[in-house]
């Protein structure tokens, strides 16, 4: 079983709409973060939650710590947002390991 | 302040040859992690390592991989006698302790 569960695995949505990538985790934590792959890219960290909410731009993510869940929002969704979403935790005591989730891979269609 | 730089960004070898990827940290940051991401899978943690020293290598394979993180210059992940299978993205992270982890491009090794 992973320690980080996402979901959906795949997503499509058309311009415009609001996305809610969702993310689940087993362990004690003591940072999660979101972070973006474009195909045949490299990894951009989006955000490092430890409780509470951030907002950058059009991406909004939460965090419940008691409920060991996390969100990420993407408001007014574009093409260029199409990319794999992975969700990280990251456990300090375990040697600073992240331990990743399997990822969303977001399309939307213009 | 230049980001998580890799070299090289592809790196193709043969089998039964040597490949070495490397990563150099942004600067300040003292703490460097590899990842592996195999075809069609999900990252996985490889190595953390801060300056000449090994912090966590749990997840490593016992044969042919080794890492270094140098006193001076950047840190090198080896693979020897490489394999078909070993073929992936690897990717380096750095941080300051316990901050925030910044990726790097990545280097996606072929071996044919």
């Known amino acids: 079983k992973n320690e980080v569960e996402q979901s959906p695995q795949n997503l499509t949505a058309q311009e415009g709409e609001f996305i809610t990538i969702n993310c689940s985790y087993s362990?004690?934590?003591?940072?999660l973060h979101w972070l973006q792959q474009h195909p045949g890219g490299g990894i951009v960290s989006l955000f490092m939650?430890?409780?509470g909410k951030k907002k950058h731009g059009r991406l909004i993510a939460t965090i419940n710590i008691q409920e060991k869940h996390s969100s990420l929002h993407i408001t007014a969704s574009h093409p260029r947002d199409s990319a794999v979403y992975i969700c990280?935790?990251?456990?300090?005591?375990?040697?600073?390991?992240?331990?990743f989730g399997t990822g969303t891979s977001l399309t939307v269609i213009p | 302040n230049a980001g998580v730089m890799q070299n090289p960004r592809h790196l193709v070898r043969r089998r039964g040859q040597e490949a070495r990827l490397r990563c150099s940290p942004m600067k300040g940051h003292s703490h460097v992690y590899w990842y592996r991401q195999l075809p069609e899978e999900g990252l996985k943690f490889m190595v953390y390592?801060?300056?000449?020293?090994?912090?966590?290598e749990s997840g490593m394979p016992k044969e042919r991989f080794s890492a270094e993180f140098p006193k001076e210059g950047p840190s090198i992940l080896r693979i020897q006698q490489v394999v078909r299978g070993d073929s992936a993205a690897y990717f380096c992270?750095?941080?300051?302790?316990?901050?925030?982890?910044?990726f790097g491009p990545g280097t996606r090794l072929t071996v044919l």
């Open positions: 362990v004690g934590i003591s940072a």
């Open positions: 390592l801060q300056k000449e020293n090994i912090i966590d």
């Open positions: 939650l430890s409780s």
């Open positions: 990280a935790v990251w456990i300090a005591n375990t040697g600073n390991q992240f331990y």
């Open positions: 992270a750095s941080s300051p302790p316990r901050g925030e982890q910044f």
